[in-house]
């Protein structure tokens, strides 16, 4: 079943208040896409170490610790940071507003587990 379909049989039958508030509208595909436009790609793989940690090694990281997460990577995409993840700085990513630093988090954290390479 369609995305859109699924959500208005989940609206329909009164469901919608259990769906993830930012299910639909941060889909896996989407994230990707928004992290390939703001140029997280240039440091960051999903599965591979490239200049920065695999993604899906910061997912697993803070794999089920809520929405405060989601906020505090957030911010560190904004703001940067330094020595989590080993000597490489993170710079601060001024280009990426809040609303799609929180939707980088939402859908990073949204990594299923596996195997970095």
């Known amino acids: ?22 299910a639909g509208a941060q889909q896996p595909a989407d994230g990707l896409a928004l992290a390939q436009r703001k140029a997280c790609m240039a440091c960051h793989q999903v599965d591979s170490k490239r200049v920065g940690p695999p993604l899906r090694s910061v997912a697993e990281r803070y794999a089920g ?8 990577l957030a911010g560190k995409i904004r703001s940067g940071g ?15 507003s809040e609303d799609e630093a929180r939707q980088l988090a939402q859908w990073i954290l949204s990594l299923p587990p596996g195997k970095p390479q």
């Open 1 to 22: 079943m369609h995305l859109k379909h699924s959500l208005a049989a989940l609206a329909a039958c009164g469901l919608w208040a259990v769906w993830p508030a930012w």
């Open 65 to 72: 610790q809520g929405d405060a997460m989601v906020q505090y």
């Open 82 to 96: 330094r020595g989590v993840w080993g000597a490489v700085p993170m710079p601060a990513q001024s280009q990426v």
